[in-house]
């Protein structure tokens, strides 16, 4: 997980820990599930990653391949835990560090939760917790989760993520490129070509550094780069021989 002093303060990073926070101070007769949705490539991640470090969150990142068994153990992993022999025993386990930790849990990846039709082992932590948990998942994460209606109904908020603006642009220019200096017409550039995708934005910055060091820019703006191409996502066209 990248540290909380390396993750740029984008606006989607502002908004997930927001959430959170939003949640974790929450009157009590409310529901402690916040979800953090969006299309891939926006920088969920990089936010789940600072807003797990912010507040001190047992992070988990579902995989595709995990079963039930296998995603239990992981968060007992991360608490520091043994994970007990029976998935009801695990699930208590995991509830019980949660109300005696006082810290917040965030599943990201949580599609592939709902893929394995196991939302309602979340529900259980949950309602075995009172825990404020953290979802991350994509754009349809809301449609899908409407299927488990009794989890749907525990959840405080759902929060959309945001494409990468001008001013997550030049952020993230600074992070990653800090020798090199982007005009305000190149951060536009760079960040039209790259749809507002945020590791596509990251992608073209390293093009732009590199070529500044091989051709000794100082600073770049949209009339230095001329039409030189930048990364969209799609593949190049084969040319006719």
Not at 172 to 198: C, E, K, N, W
């Given at each position: 997980m990248e540290s909380i002093n390396t993750v740029a303060p984008l606006k989607n990073v502002a908004l997930c820990a927001r959430a959170l926070q939003r949640a974790m101070d929450r009157p009590h007769h409310l529901p402690g599930i916040v979800a953090f949705y969006g299309p891939s490539g926006i920088g969920k991640s990089m936010a789940a990653a600072y807003t797990a470090n912010k507040h001190r969150a047992y992070y988990v990142e579902a995989k595709s391949s995990w079963t039930r068994k296998a995603f239990l153990?992981?968060?007992?992993?991360?608490?520091?835990?043994?994970?007990?022999?029976?998935?009801?025993?695990?699930?208590?386990?995991?509830?019980?560090?949660?109300?005696?930790?006082?810290?917040?849990?965030?599943?990201?990846?949580?599609?592939?939760?709902?893929?394995?039709?196991?939302?309602?082992?979340?529900?259980?932590?949950y309602d075995a917790s009172g825990a404020t948990i953290l979802i991350i998942g994509e754009?349809?994460?809301?449609?899908?989760?409407?299927?488990?209606?009794?989890?749907?109904?525990?959840?405080?908020?759902?929060?959309?993520?945001?494409?990468?603006?001008?001013?997550?642009?030049?952020?993230?220019?600074?992070?990653?490129?800090?020798?090199?200096?982007?005009?305000?017409?190149?951060?536009?550039?760079?960040?039209?070509?790259?749809?507002?995708?945020?590791?596509?934005?990251?992608i073209n910055i390293e093009k732009v550094r590199q070529e500044a060091l091989a051709t000794g820019w100082e600073s770049v703006d949209l009339a230095t780069w001329g039409n030189r191409p930048l990364y969209t996502g799609t593949a190049p066209i084969r040319e006719a021989v």
């Open positions: 153990v992981a968060v007992l992993t991360e608490m520091g835990i043994e994970p007990a022999k029976t998935i009801s025993d695990m699930v208590d386990q995991v509830a019980e560090q949660l109300v005696k930790s006082n810290r917040p849990m965030i599943v990201d990846e949580m599609d592939h939760i709902v893929q394995k039709s196991a939302p309602e082992l979340i529900r259980d932590i754009e349809r994460l809301e449609n899908k989760l409407r299927r488990w209606e009794r989890f749907h109904n525990r959840v405080l908020e759902w929060v959309q993520g945001q494409y990468g603006d001008i001013e997550d642009t030049r952020l993230l220019s600074q992070l990653y490129a800090p020798d090199t200096q982007f005009a305000p017409d190149m951060l536009d550039h760079l960040r039209r070509q790259s749809d507002g995708i945020v590791s596509r934005i990251c």
